[in-house]
């Protein structure tokens, strides 16, 4: 299967299943696309030569380049990888992540909030440290050889729960080294009350840190406002400024969300580089499709512009000495996830778990509050057998609509929690999410391609020769002498 497409000034033609992304002329490209099309040779080296006026001895090397490209696996590759990949995580026992939910309850009042305002539509509560100290000696207990464990503070807002968040590191940084494992935390956080020991304490301690900001301050106080109705975006932007100037090297995002009232979201990405901060993100509301904010069919055409405006104003920010990292434009085209990851997805309800402040074990944060999604709990374990079953079985495998996708080994079926909430099934399809994801691919590939041409000032080039311009092809399959779980390089 290949996926060809053009954009800014790129002839683009990605291999799917070989992961070859190849920069090519407009003559290589029709050329690939009637070859993928099944034309025989002898007739495309005829309708190439005559539709662009070149001799067929010299379109005839180029269908040569081609046919090598396929030889080598690189263009036209077929789906071979291993079934075994997809029984790995029906046996697979290992848990590597907790989501902490210290806290449900808030001090905004976000009017798109899907936990309802951070009660996640039932009582407000603080976790406890009998609790939290359970939830990390299971994660510990249940983590099997893995050595690289990951911990997210959330919330509601987790700094009203700040002293147990402090002491449930403490915890853990005390139980580490004996216990051969490594945490690596994570804090997501409205910024209402952050001050210097807050951000002291993350600089020492959080692997990341996410900043919940929208962007211009009318986007941004348009819906996160506080219990009395006052937005925020005065109160935490210089507290985020300072927070992030002082992580130094270390990982932040700057998390915004956009909705239907701000479709032009890039220029609230704009004004947040703008303010000093170069990592971030921005996703697409989760909410009710007859909610007021919610994305429609019509918002598609616009946001799928957006992305392209921002893919090419981070090439021109880059080459002015001012690069921004955008989380959904991060893609590795040469040492990206193994086969295993991206056959069988984010690991919800398997290597991962969303804990509620009384202890109860959730698939994600997503499903927290559906009682029909609880699992178990911290100190029972996975009790559900047919949940626990039904998220083994979740993989591309389980979803027929995937089979003809181009992105699927980029996206690996899509968020389960997404699925069910638009389709009412975990291995249904969000189709809407699925249109702005494949945008966000083609996106990042695009800005790779620019990367590896940046010498030539982004001039595409006939493939084959020296002047080929190939990137990635290494979608690894598991080794069958390794156990995955070993393994940390998709930790």
């Known amino acids: ?5 053009k954009l800014n000034g790129f002839n683009i033609v990605l291999d799917v299943y070989s992961g070859s992304v190849h920069s090519v002329d407009d003559l290589a490209y029709d050329v690939i696309a009637l070859i993928d099309a099944g034309t025989p040779d002898c007739d495309v080296i005829k309708k190439i030569a005559s539709r662009y006026g070149e001799s067929e001895e010299e379109v005839a090397e180029c269908v040569a380049d081609v046919r090598e490209l396929e030889r080598q696996g690189k263009l036209f590759s077929q789906d071979d990888f291993p079934e075994r990949v997809y029984e790995m995580k029906k046996t697979n026992r290992d848990v590597k992540a907790l989501c902490l939910h210290v806290a449900h309850t808030c001090n905004l009042n976000c009017s798109y909030c899907f936990a309802g305002q951070g009660k996640f539509h039932g009582d407000r509560a603080l976790m406890t440290w009998r609790v939290a100290k359970r939830a990390i000696d299971f994660l510990a207990e249940n983590s099997g050889s893995r050595k690289n464990l990951e911990v997210d503070f959330f919330g509601g807002e987790p700094l009203m ?9 403490a915890y853990a940084r005390e139980i580490e080294k004996p216990l051969g494992k490594n945490f690596r935390f994570t804090l997501t956080t409205n910024g209402v009350l952050v001050d210097d020991e807050v951000i002291e304490f993350c600089n020492e301690n959080m692997h ?3 900043l919940s900001l929208d962007g211009r301050k009318e986007t941004h106080d348009r819906l996160r406002k506080d219990l009395a109705g006052n937005g925020s975006y005065d109160r935490i932007v210089p507290k985020f ?3 992030a100037a002082a992580r130094g090297e270390r990982d932040y995002y700057v998390r915004g969300t956009y909705t239907h009232f701000n479709t032009d979201f890039t220029n609230d990405l704009f004004h947040i580089a703008d303010l000093g901060f170069t990592k971030l993100s921005m996703e697409p509301v989760v909410c009710a499709p007859g909610d007021e904010y919610a994305l429609t069919e019509e918002d598609l055409p616009v946001l799928f512009e957006q992305y392209e405006i921002l893919a090419k104003e981070m090439l021109r920010r880059e080459k002015e000495g001012r690069p921004i990292t955008f989380y959904h434009y991060m893609i590795d085209l040469d040492n990206g ?3 295993y990851k991206r056959l069988s997805g984010c690991g919800s309800g398997t290597e991962y778990f969303a804990v509620t402040p009384w202890g109860d074990l959730y698939p994600c944060h997503q499903f927290v509050g559906d009682d ?3 699992m178990g709990s911290v100190f029972e374990g996975v009790t559900n057998k047919e949940l626990d079953e039904k998220f083994r079985s979740v993989s591309l495998a389980s979803r027929p609509a995937c089979r003809d996708c181009w992105a699927k080994l980029y996206c690996s079926g899509g968020c389960a929690a997404n699925a069910y909430h638009a389709t009412g099934d975990v291995k249904g399809i969000y189709e809407y999410g699925c249109e702005l994801f494949r945008k966000r691919i083609e996106c990042a590939i695009m800005i790779q391609v620019a990367h590896a041409e940046h010498p030539d000032l982004y001039q595409p080039h006939r493939v084959g020769g020296d ?3 190939t990137l990635g092809g290494r979608l690894a399959a598991v080794p069958d002498d390794e156990d995955c779980s070993t393994c940390d390089g998709c930790d």
Do not use: D, L
Request: aromatic fraction near 14%.
């Open 1 to 5: 299967m290949i996926h060809q497409y």
């Open 161 to 169: 729960n700040w002293e147990i968040v402090k002491r449930t590191v």
């Open 208 to 210: 990341n840190v996410v």
């Open 241 to 243: 400024q300072k927070f």
């Open 337 to 339: 996830p193994c086969i």
């Open 372 to 374: 029909k999604y609880r």
């Open 467 to 469: 002047k080929a311009v």
